[in-house]
């Protein structure tokens, strides 16, 4: 696999563009970084992220989570993450693609592939890549240089990538997706109302109803998907988005109040514990580095 990594690689870099993240192919991004990175948070979207070189961790929930070439990351969930690239240099950049996962495409193909016992709901994972997935994305980026095939090809290379991860380890989590009636898809309602509701107050009970799963049920489950409870999860989104006004604008009791906090104190001791320093120091430091409002949200 080691020489096939190297052409991708190869391939990679001419198409990244000035940026070093672009949408490279329909529902497949590219990200290229030539150095290491402070930590920054976001929230991934369902994805399935292959990294061709270097290396990054990422942080979600209490759980940390590395992935390098030698194995790919997946999430069947929307997730508040603080991640870092750990391995990269001008000469052997990080270099990650990504692919968005999309429900019907799995649907269409779960009756096909035989189900795994596995009983899983947890929301993401990391596995070893193999030669049977590798192959695929390796001819995918390789219609980069013949973007005339791209409509015919591009869906039957996503297609095969699809079904090489519902045959892997991974293939339960990836399953979750396209069942309205499983646990995991239980717990994305719930999600999704906190996602649009982060600034207002949170009550488990309501949570659980929005679900269909009794209080206690819920809150294990949400734990599991995400490896945060509903309320740290509530908190990180919270956090984040007041990270990202405050690098247009510095005023720190704005901010607090504005992501649905009642004290400006508490606020500050949050967000130095997760980001490593007190509010307004760390929007300095990020304006000083360059950071954008959509350097603070990327994804890959």
């Keep these: 696999m080691q020489q096939q990594l190297i052409g991708m690689c190869s391939l990679a870099e001419r198409h990244a563009g000035a940026t070093g993240l672009a949408e490279i192919l329909p529902g497949v991004s590219l990200f290229v970084s030539r150095s290491v990175t402070c930590r920054t948070s976001s929230v991934y979207q369902p994805m399935f992220c292959l990294v061709l070189q270097g290396a990054k961790h990422v942080m979600i929930g209490d759980r940390l989570?590395?992935?390098?070439?030698?194995?790919?990351?997946?999430?069947?969930?929307?997730?508040?993450?603080?991640?870092?690239?750990?391995?990269?240099?001008?000469?052997?950049?990080?270099?990650?693609?990504?692919?968005?996962?999309?429900?019907?495409?799995?649907?269409?193909?779960?009756?096909?592939?035989?189900?795994?016992?596995?009983?899983?709901?947890?929301?993401?994972?990391?596995?070893?890549?193999?030669?049977?997935?590798?192959?695929?994305?390796?001819?995918?980026?390789?219609?980069?240089?013949?973007?005339?095939?791209?409509?015919?090809?591009?869906?039957?290379?996503?297609?095969?990538?699809?079904?090489?991860?519902?045959?892997?380890?991974?293939?339960?989590?990836?399953r979750q997706i396209a069942r309205d009636d499983s646990r995991l898809s239980q717990v994305r309602q719930a999600v999704q109302w906190i996602r649009t509701h982060f600034d207002e107050p949170l009550r488990i009970e309501a949570l659980a109803e929005i679900a269909g799963m009794s209080p206690a049920s819920f809150h294990r489950h949400f734990k599991a998907a995400t490896a945060m409870s509903p309320l740290q999860y509530q908190k990180m989104l919270r956090l984040q988005e007041a990270r990202r006004l405050m690098i247009v604008n510095a005023d720190t009791t704005r901010a607090a109040y504005t992501v649905g906090y009642e004290s400006a104190s508490q606020f500050s001791r949050e967000y130095a514990r997760m980001f490593g320093a007190p509010p307004s120091r760390d929007a300095v430091r990020l304006r000083g580095e360059g950071f954008g409002v959509e350097d603070i949200g990327s994804v890959a």
């Design 65 to 174: 989570v590395r992935y390098d070439p030698a194995s790919y990351f997946i999430a069947s969930v929307e997730l508040p993450v603080s991640g870092q690239i750990v391995e990269a240099t001008d000469e052997r950049p990080y270099i990650c693609l990504s692919l968005t996962l999309d429900r019907d495409a799995i649907a269409a193909l779960v009756t096909d592939v035989p189900v795994r016992p596995d009983g899983q709901t947890a929301g993401f994972g990391v596995s070893p890549v193999t030669p049977q997935l590798l192959d695929p994305w390796a001819r995918l980026l390789a219609l980069l240089e013949t973007p005339e095939d791209v409509p015919v090809l591009a869906p039957m290379l996503q297609r095969e990538i699809l079904y090489r991860l519902l045959q892997g380890p991974q293939g339960g989590v990836l």
